[in-house]
């Protein structure tokens, strides 16, 4: 193990905290000690005591005042459990009628280092400790007794060290399981949208020094059928079929294939054109709709994906607006006949000045949903993303129509306002809204 690994926490956060409590409880020890003098001091004794009162309040203070990782960079985690068992072993051989405190505080050091640093480190200032114990305890008493009682020291401290240390690691290895489950998809195997977002949130900070970033919506065309008329086994092959599909045509040396969640798929392409991700878009709805799915009886389950592109900078530069450029032309797609890819219309207003025209219009598409309890009653689901929208599409003072499929008529109308927080987006109902506005005007 390298020098910078032994001296490296498990945790610079907590060690800092960990480190300030238990210097804290050594200076308040040591502090009762002095003012109750259960035994006669030296009259030198006093001022060094209350010396070292302060050099503990000091260390207990310095986590506050100096950054964790500047205190790692310099080694310091391991440099404070360490100075501490020394200063510790010399206060005990200049009062050596005061081992009884020293076994004590000895115990703080190692508690620290086997719960705060790794295995060696940890092994490194128990060592120590016992040694320093050991030493003193043979400058007070005679060998055979020393020895006895440095043997009960030892065991207490080599055991502490142990059980914490295997403790430890062993909540080292259930939250590095539970950080891998966290980014990893249990189904298809691709990353979640968290690992997606820092990976994106990286790509667009360099966006604009290189080529761009591209990020690609994927959605499996008519999913609920499938899993309808098949069962949601063979919904899942699906998407499985489909992420390795993916997965294959795109650089795996740093391309992103995500999945955002149901039949919902994300790609980023960092160090990508404009025109060489719309490419890549069309691309992928073909080798899907090439590679139909072989199902358990050999029949060929045809699939199709739509897809929807946006490009920083080109369509946007920041996160959100380049979610909402790539959603709206994911929606694009999905209502001009599915299994095709749009690109996002142009960058949002705010960016560059430009934008949709004042007054446009945007359409909120529901779906009834039945409802047992109520069968004269037609309660409505909106499909699609009905809360935000680009500009490009819907522009403030504009209005939301709301209608239901196989009915001529807008069942409502909302009208649209201005995003505060996104430049070149625009606020319409949240889908709750437009929901029951549109069953007020369907009941009987």
Known sequence: MDLHRLCEPRDETFAARASSA??????????????????????????LSWAMFVVLLTCSALPSVVPPAAMTRAGVWL????????????LADVFPDQLDVAHLLLGLPVLFAASQMHAAAAGSVTTLAIGSDVSALLAAQPVAEALVDGLFVAAVLVLTTVLLVLVMERIDRLVAELRRQAAVDGLTGLVTRPVLDEALTSALSAAVAHEGSALVLVDVDSFKSVNDSHGHPVGDDALLHIAGILGGHVRAADAVVSRLGGDELAVLLPGCSAEVAAARAHELVDAVAAAPLRLADGTLLALSISVGVAHAPSHATELRALYAAADAALYAAERGGRGRARVAAGRAA????????????AVAVLRPLADPGQPQQ???????????????????????????????????????????????????????????????????
């Open 350 to 361: 705010g960016s560059d000045g430009g934008g949709g025209q004042e007054g446009a219009d």
């Open 378 to 444: 037609r309660h409505l689901q909106p499909v699609g993303h009905a809360h935000r929208a680009p500009v490009e599409r819907v522009a403030a003072g504009g209005h939301l129509h709301v209608v239901e499929p196989g009915q001529p008529d807008v069942l409502a109308e909302h009208p649209v306002g201005e995003d505060r927080d996104v430049p070149g987006l625009v606020v319409v109902p949240r889908a709750e809204d437009v929901r029951r506005t549109a069953e007020q005007h369907l009941q009987p």
């Open 22 to 47: 238990l210097f804290l409880v050594g200076a308040v020890l040591l502090a009762v000690h002095v003012l109750v003098e259960p035994v006669p001091m030296p009259d030198f004794a006093h001022p």
């Open 79 to 90: 440099v404070l459990p360490v100075a501490a068992v020394a200063t510790i072993g010399v």
